[in-house]
C-alpha cells in the first residue's frame, strides 16, 4: 500500500545526457573498497552532488540522504534529483514521493509498481542510467 502524499512539483527541466552521468558522480569509497554497499545521492538541477551516504541496504541509504535534506531545511527537494545505485523499487518512490523529489533516477530496472507510483505522484522516473544512456518511464515532459 502506498503512503499519502500529494503529487511533487513541476521540478526542474534536465537534459537526459545529465540525468545519464549522475550514477558516475555518486561519491562510493566504501563500495569502492568492499563492492557490497549501495549509496543515494541528491543532487541539483546541474548535476551538482548536494549530499550522498551509502549503506548496505538501498533504502537505508535514501533515508539517510533526505534525513540530512530535512535538517538542512531542502524538504521538499523541490528542485532537486535524487539518483541511487540499484534498481527502483516501489518503497524508493514511495521516499522520493514523500520528499517531494521530482525526479529518482537509478542505475537498474524499476518494478511495474515503482514505474505505476511514479506516474501517480508526478516523478520523473528514469532507470538504466549508464554512460550516456537512460531510460525514462514516466512524466518525460521534464526531461529536454
Do not use: W
Not at 513541476?10 to 549509496?39: N, S, Y
Request: hydrophobic share 40%; net charge neutral.
Amino acid at each position: 500500500m502506498a503512503v499519502h502524499s500529494p503529487a511533487v512539483s513541476e521540478g526542474p527541466a534536465v537534459r537526459r545526457e545529465l540525468l545519464a552521468g549522475l550514477p558516475d558522480k555518486l561519491r562510493q569509497p566504501t563500495f569502492e573498497k568492499t563492492g557490497g554497499l549501495h549509496a543515494t545521492g541528491l543532487f541539483d538541477s546541474h548535476g551538482e552532488l548536494l549530499s550522498s551516504r551509502e549503506d548496505v541496504g538501498r533504502h537505508n541509504a535514501m533515508d539517510k540522504v533526505i534525513g540530512r535534506a530535512l535538517l538542512e531545511g531542502l524538504v521538499p527537494l523541490v528542485e532537486r534529483i535524487l539518483c541511487v545505485s540499484g534498481r527502483l523499487s516501489f518503497e524508493l518512490v514511495q521516499k522520493a514521493a514523500v520528499a517531494g523529489a521530482p525526479m529518482l533516477v537509478g542505475v537498474g530496472a524499476p518494478s511495474s509498481l515503482a514505474v505505476s507510483l511514479a506516474g501517480d505522484r508526478g516523478i520523473t522516473l528514469c532507470g538504466f542510467a549508464r554512460g550516456d544512456s537512460v531510460n525514462v518511464y514516466t512524466h518525460p515532459e521534464r526531461v529536454t
